[in-house]
């Protein structure tokens, strides 16, 4: 008898009913190969207006992951649609062969081997590591049918691309545009690294928040130095920058109160009085005087570690939203602060060595981590009757991608 099958009218086709593409993807890879299609390509498309896609290559330090597959897979459909509308879209694949991923673990290997190794040594077993890894992503890439140069990649490490980025180094030099200065950055204390901006993660962090006292030194301009015994007041939430603290920023055009409080005398802006006021839990208060921000630009205060502290414009860095509408100003630590400081001319302190340990000149805290000295310094300041108020918030802290850890 017939089955059902007969009695339907099925189209005819030799395209396999199951995918089986375990199996078949291989075989169409080495067919492509066979047939040197990708070459074919090529020279079909010469002279042809080109169309290059550059390649932001991936590390040559693990498998790949779905991301990396992924994105290298948009690529090839990149350039793939641009040979079929006609262009000249050779796919010149690269790798990243340096870097911290690379060095971590070559380190790891390293100790575990129990080997003390030199510079050179390192550097040699960093590029064995990537050569390594090159091939095997090369192979999972191929894998994925991404057509491309794969006998000819650009590495980061081959010698001839090295001296490649000297010499346009060399060429912006020789034509004035490279010079050595400070700068500020994000610095890891525990992978002893400098971070880009985009390695780094903000997570909302438990903080000390502190409102510092600042006496009055001396005053050229004459405006303050009638009220005895002033000190200018200055908000915080992070103690350990403390020690670098060269300045203090006001906003030139808010206006700034000299405020009675007892038998004490404090400066702060006026916007932020209430608030402070609240926090300190003044009772009474008076306002002396009132000036602009502007006019207290030169007066000089004392630091908590016994420095000059002038104040300085901070334009536009001073928040009357938060604070005291003076800001501590340590133009070692932080990318605003820098600013500030070398536009004021104020000298760059940081007296933090790459671990992030206090150096010298932080007495009583050489030696000690700065993420864990803030309880400390806040107690230390408080015994010298440096503290107004202190308390915790939440604040927003940058922290590295890599451990995970805060940064500096
Ligand atoms: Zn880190």
Redesign the pocket.
Known sequence: MAGYRDTLNLPNTNFPMKADLVKREPERLRWWRERGLYRKLRAARSGRQVWLLHDGPPYSNAHLHLGTAANKIWKDAAVRSASARGLDSPYVPGWDNHGMPIETEVGKQLRSEGVDADRLTLRRRCREYATRWVGIQREEFERLGVWGEWENPFLTMAPGFEAEILSSFGALAARGFIERRLRSIHW?P??R?A?ALAEIEYQDDPAHSIIVRFPLLRDPGGALARHAGLEALAWTTTPWTLPANLGLMADPDATYAVVRVADRRFLLAEARLAAVADTAGWKEHEIEARTKGATLVGAVFEGPWGNESPIVDGTPYVSLKDGTGLVHLAPGHGREDFEVGRRAGLPVSCPVDAAGRFLPGTEPFVGRSVLEVDPDITRWLEGRGRILTAGKIVHSYPH?W????P?I
């Open positions: 890891c525990t992978d690294t971070l590295c890599r451990c995970r850890g940064v």
